[in-house]
């Protein structure tokens, strides 16, 4: 799964994202949610932050739903193996080409979910700068 092969072997951009499409739809519901959250996070994203927004997603659907917790360490490790995502740095994932981000952003997100899961975020990011006390130029998150 090396992207720039599959470009220089002659698949379109369209074709790229058909099998990334195929790929995320095998995946299951759980791992499909966590690429989801790091979409919205953008192309470079921290584990920490797709957790903590996973965790507020979980406990909204725990009224409905008596699974265990998803352990999002984990499935970023079967998302590594799998060749969606890649470690850049410590503590740091970014997705294997942005072709996987666009198709866990566009594809699998309806817009009102989308929007739900951008407010989420954003309410995360000011309750961890509250608390934190931090300036904004002691701390920027974008």
Not at 5 to 15: P, R, T
Not at 42 to 53: H, I, K, L
Not at 114 to 126: P, V
Request: overall charge negative.
């Amino acid at each position: 799964w090396e992207v720039d092969k599959i470009v220089e072997a002659g698949v379109s951009l369209h074709g790229i994202k058909d099998v990334v499409v195929a790929r995320v739809q095998k995946l299951p519901a759980s791992f499909q949610a966590v690429l989801q959250i790091a979409a919205c996070l953008g192309y470079t994203f921290d584990p920490n932050f797709v957790s903590a927004v996973n965790d507020s997603e979980e406990e909204s659907q725990a009224k409905h739903d008596d699974s265990a917790p998803l352990n999002v360490t984990q499935v970023l490790r079967v998302l590594r193996k799998l060749g969606l995502i890649e470690a850049v740095a410590r503590r740091k994932y970014q997705f294997a080409h942005d072709s996987v981000q666009q198709v866990c952003y566009e594809l699998f997100l309806e817009k009102t979910h989308r929007q739900k899961l951008h407010l989420k975020i954003g309410f995360f990011f000011m309750q961890l700068y509250n608390t934190n006390n931090l300036s904004w130029d002691e701390q920027h998150f974008f």
